[in-house]
């Protein structure tokens, strides 16, 4: 069987040491530590800008670093999904120190300073991970990102999100960007991923890999309730009651809410087809 490019740290010259005799490759090597330096990172499945976009990572992120060309691109294993591709070294810094906090807000800005009078320096998405060495007042500083308003905080080993799918609510109207992860813009399966991340569970990253991943199947004809996610070939949404639905796509060009009745039947005619598979979560 030919391995997923997406999930195998491996190419015809170069793979992976923990490979060696499962994947061929010309040499192996093993990966060194490294973590996300800059508040998002494109990953690509190439080393080129015009490659599109597989997915993001956010800072904090640990990843694998395999090896960097000589254009800057650093050929990398996501550790909070084990995706594989491209992204640039020039986002990536030592893995240590070790993040402390996450961010708990759907969104927070990034100061120069402990104010939220001076000039915004960038801002995090939810889920972004920052190491935290000084507070002031209601703010928190960590060193290589900037200052950030503390209640948008959470130590990262607080308690995670109670109910995935109010996670997902906070992300209404977010732009629809393929490959997105992040409250600036994502795609179906990033919105899944984000949701089910900020409550403490393991979510791959694509569509596919998701509905072979998650979940039990909800027999056909049964009630739907809030948290089941529906599949389609290509596509995902999130139940937030038994009748409606919760989703990134490209119709509306953001996340919507619309009544899954609805939204199959659109579907049904315009893109996907059927409903592949209703899967009910633990």
Not at 234 to 247: K, S
Request: hydrophobic share 45%; aromatic share 6%.
């Amino acid at each position: 069987m030919t391995p997923d490019r997406r999930l195998t740290l491996a190419r015809p010259d170069l793979a992976d040491a923990a490979l060696e005799g499962i994947v061929p490759a010309a040499r192996y090597a093993a990966p060194t530590p490294k973590r996300v330096r800059a508040p998002l990172v494109d990953l690509r499945p190439q080393p080129r800008l015009d490659a599109g976009i597989d997915t993001q990572a956010l800072m904090g992120e640990a990843v694998d670093v395999l090896d960097v060309d000589e254009e800057g691109f650093a050929f990398v294993r996501l550790a909070r999904d084990g995706y594989v591709g491209w992204l640039s070294a020039d986002a990536l810094g030592e893995a240590e120190p070790a993040p402390t906090h996450r961010v708990a807000a759907l969104r927070t800005f990034l100061y120069p300073g402990p104010s939220m009078k001076l000039p915004i320096a960038g801002w995090l998405s939810l889920g972004a991970e920052v190491a935290i060495v000084e507070t002031r007042g209601d703010f928190a500083h960590a060193p290589g990102a900037g200052w950030l308003h503390m209640p948008h905080l959470a130590a990262r080993d607080a308690a995670p999100e109670a109910d995935f799918v109010a996670v997902a609510e906070r992300f209404l109207h977010t732009p629809y960007l393929w490959g997105g992860v992040s409250s600036l813009g994502l795609d179906c399966s990033g919105l899944v991923r984000a949701a089910l991340h900020a409550a403490g569970r393991a979510c791959p990253r694509d569509t596919d890999m998701q509905e072979a991943a998650l979940g039990e199947a909800v027999p056909e004809g049964a009630p739907l309730r809030r948290g089941d996610l529906v599949f389609w070939k290509g596509h995902v949404g999130i139940m937030r009651d038994e009748a409606t639905l919760l989703h990134a796509n490209g119709w509306h060009m953001a996340v919507a809410s619309e009544p899954l009745a609805q939204a199959r039947a659109r579907i049904l005619e315009k893109s996907f087809g059927p409903v592949t598979r209703i899967v009910r979560l633990p």
